[in-house]
Nanobody
Framework: QLHLVESGGGLVQPGGSLRLSCAVSGSTLEFYAIAWFRRAPGKEREGVSWRSRNGNTLYGASVKGRFTISRDNAQNTIYLQMDNLKPEYPGVYYC????????????????????????WGQGTQVTVFS
């Protein structure tokens, strides 16, 4: 059973940077696509980015050009580099996994963010303050 653990959240000023990590255990990333979601207080969850096992990536419109998703196979970890953070970016950030034998991100595109992932992490809090 795949297990995801996020880390790296914290406090940052607008314009600052954070790097979130999603450590994967119990299986390898070879079988899964990984997505990042954000849930801000009182709002619906928002898809931030996904990365397929083939290395294709997609970003939500609000973060394109500011966030970068990457993978370290040796560490079995997915990263979300967040640069030039804006005041509207705070929330709990979750990584989630999609079994690519069932759903291929390239087929879904942005609509993958509307799908229910197979596995969720516990989330990490990001706060942007002035």
């Amino acid at each position: 059973q795949l297990h995801l653990v996020e880390s790296g959240g914290g406090l940052v000023q607008p314009g600052g940077s954070l790097r979130l990590s999603c450590a994967v255990s119990g299986s390898t990333l070879e079988f899964y696509a990984i997505a990042w979601f954000r849930r801000a207080p009182g709002k619906e969850r928002e898809g931030v980015s996904w990365r397929s096992r083939n290395g294709n990536t997609l970003y939500g419109a609000s973060v394109k050009g500011r966030f970068t998703i990457s993978r370290d196979n040796a560490q079995n970890t997915i990263y979300l580099q967040m640069d030039n953070l804006k005041p509207e970016y705070p929330g709990v950030y979750y990584c989630a996994a999609f079994d690519e034998d069932i759903r291929q991100p390239e087929t879904y595109g942005y609509s993958l963010f509307e799908e229910e992932p197979d596995i969720w992490g516990q989330g990490t809090q990001v706060t942007v303050f002035s």
